[in-house]
């Protein structure tokens, strides 16, 4: 699997985006990003995943670099409800469950 | 639509003491099972998956077991509890591929072994 790399921690104001960034420079062709977070003592949430092209629902939106190298996880209008670890995680789609999450970034959304 | 349940939501134990973690989907059939563990202020580690009933694989040697005796339901367990065990333990489940196949989480069972 490729290997994912993310700061240990943003802060954003609370109303602006949160760009989060993800680095998977040894990402092979089949595989996908996915993006999780996990709100204290919760279990981690799905957010979106994505192989090549952009892609958008209803939480957030996945920037995909053209050579997939990196991603960014936006999220438009970050709430204090936001505040929470996000894990970028790089697998091959038929094999998603079998996801290695990695210490993620810390986001704190503040007033 | 799809829920997971986990059972209990926090759990102390003494050392050598047996363990058994339950996690139930309701909602879908033949789903991937798994159990992942977390330690405090870090990332998740698979233990276990399930493709099917029986069917158990693990990622990790160590002291728990697991095991699939309905399709919906998978179990986590110890005949006798090591300190070191103590951490989050999380059920999830997935779909194959030809479906939008992530990770679906229940809320987790906090474990502290004394």
């Known amino acids: 699997d490729a290997k994912t790399t993310q700061p240990t921690s943003m802060d954003c104001a609370e109303g602006r985006a949160a760009n989060l960034p993800c680095n998977h420079s040894?990402?092979?062709?089949?595989?996908?990003v996915y993006w999780y977070r996990q709100i204290h003592s919760q279990g981690p949430q799905y957010i979106i995943h994505g192989l090549k092209n952009n892609e958008t629902n209803e939480m957030a939106s996945l920037i995909i670099t053209e050579d997939r190298k990196s991603s960014t996880l936006i999220l438009p209008h970050a709430t204090l409800r936001d505040t929470a670890v996000y894990y970028c995680i790089v697998r091959v789609r038929q094999e998603a469950g079998k996801s290695t999450f990695g210490d993620g970034t810390t986001l704190t959304v503040k007033p | 639509s799809q829920t997971i349940h986990q059972w209990p939501a926090t759990l102390v134990q003494p050392v050598g003491s047996p363990l058994s973690l339950e996690c139930t989907v309701e909602g879908t059939s033949n789903p991937n099972l798994y159990w992942y563990r977390q330690a405090a202020g870090r990332g998740l580690q698979l233990l276990f998956y399930?493709?099917?009933?029986?069917?158990i694989s693990s990622e990790v040697p160590q002291n728990l077991s697991a095991s699939r005796p309905q399709d919906r339901q998978f179990i986590l367990s110890s005949k006798k509890l090591l300190l070191s065990d103590s951490g989050f333990y999380l059920c999830a489940w997935s779909v194959l591929s030809g479906a939008n196949s992530p990770l679906h989480f229940g809320n987790g069972t906090r474990l502290t072994v004394t």
């Open positions: 040894t990402i092979s062709g089949n595989e996908y």
């Open positions: 399930s493709v099917g009933i029986g069917q």
